[in-house]
């Protein structure tokens, strides 16, 4: 079935350990995106990709970063991960970078003590 | 950027009953999409709707751009309806911005 796949699904962190959350998808979808998710604040843009090989930032960067070396793949990477950045993160992608249909994973939960 | 309000915050209903969820934005928008967002946590994808109107079994939306509205009907409501619904628009260059939600719970 196609969509996109997060990993893991959950985790447990050590704080200033480094942890990168995966996501690939599988519908040649151009544009990528990282949200969190916390109590309150509903769904905040980290990064975003709009093709492979870009990135830029979204409303909440400080801490994370991307890479898209292709496609299908854009991880996200949490250099020294500290307790404010528990949350739980969704990955999305859509066609293209503007004005279509956004789809989501499933959301990886992430806690940092 | 944009700014996504939803109303209400908190709705409590009883099994069968209908219900309309508003989201209003605050500038011309060319994407506008509701999702529901189930106990279980997962993104479900009811509508992408940026302007006119849309039907999917007992659910509906309509979307007035020229007015800066969108609304959600949820008819004959069932507990699987229960979760929190976000209305999440998108502005020129400007990505995909989520309102904080509207909680649903459905009572049998």
């Known amino acids: 079935i196609a969509g996109i796949t997060q990993a893991p699904t959950s985790q447990i962190l050590a704080a200033g350990r480094r942890m990168t959350l995966r996501c690939t998808q599988d519908m040649r979808h151009n544009a990528m995106y990282w949200y969190r998710q916390d109590l309150g604040l509903g769904l905040r843009l980290i990064h975003y990709s709009n093709t492979a090989g870009t990135t830029g930032k979204g409303e909440v960067p400080d801490g994370y970063s991307v890479s898209r070396a292709n496609t299908d793949d854009f991880p996200l990477t949490l250099a020294s991960a500290v307790p404010s950045q528990t949350s739980v993160y969704f990955c999305?992608?859509?066609?293209?970078?503007?004005?279509?249909?956004?789809?989501f994973g499933q959301g990886t939960r992430l806690t940092v003590v | 950027g944009i700014q996504v309000e939803q109303s209400p915050p908190d709705l409590i209903l009883q099994e069968g009953a209908n219900s309309t969820l508003r989201c209003n934005f605050s500038?011309?928008?060319?994407?506008l999409q509701w999702f529901h967002q189930n106990p279980w946590g997962q993104l479900i994808n009811l509508f992408y709707i940026p302007s006119g109107t849309k039907q999917n079994g007992r659910l509906s939306a309509t979307t007035v751009a020229t007015e800066r509205y969108s609304l959600l009907y949820i008819s004959s409501s069932q507990t699987t309806d229960s979760g929190v619904y976000f209305c999440a628009v998108e502005r020129g260059n400007e990505k995909l911005t989520f309102g904080t939600g509207t909680r649903l719970t459905i009572i049998p």
């Open positions: 999305a992608s859509s066609a293209t970078w503007g004005g279509t249909e956004a789809f």
């Open positions: 500038d011309s928008v060319n994407n």
